[in-house]
């Protein structure tokens, strides 16, 4: 597992721990619209935070290793990078959502973003 060591493998499990952490954090910030639309707002709040819990747990190695070969602003576009491609698929397939040009704009921007921050060093 060679693709795991050094800078570029710090960035590997950066990007792996920050996906999955995204799952987590779409989902509490999100999902309570579908699944708890009934309950009053304040059930919703306390499942969100039991969901956000594993987000955290999650975000904050990933972040601390992504650290360690991103600069600041890199780590920080790289997490809405991964965001929006989390965000699509669960607001599409989770909350049916109908998938628009929007999304496609929205993530060409990103993209931008990423150009930017990443076209010089690591330590920009």
Not at 4 to 19: E, I, N
Not at 70 to 83: P, T, W, Y
Request: net charge positive; glycine share 8%.
């Amino acid at each position: 597992m060679s693709f795991l060591a050094g800078p570029q493998g710090a960035v590997v499990r950066a990007v792996l721990l920050l996906t999955a952490s995204n799952v987590f954090m779409t989902f509490a910030w999100y999902a309570h619209l579908k699944d708890l639309s009934g309950r009053p707002w304040w059930i919703a709040a306390f499942v969100s935070w039991g969901v956000a819990l594993a987000e955290y747990l999650l975000q904050v190695p990933a972040n601390r290793i992504g650290y360690t070969a991103l600069s600041l602003g890199q780590l920080k576009i790289l997490q809405e990078a991964i965001a929006l491609t989390v965000f699509v698929p669960f607001a599409v397939l989770y909350m049916k959502q109908r998938l628009t040009l929007d999304y496609l704009w929205a993530g060409l921007c990103i993209l931008g973003a990423l150009y930017f921050m990443f076209r010089g060093s690591a330590s920009g």
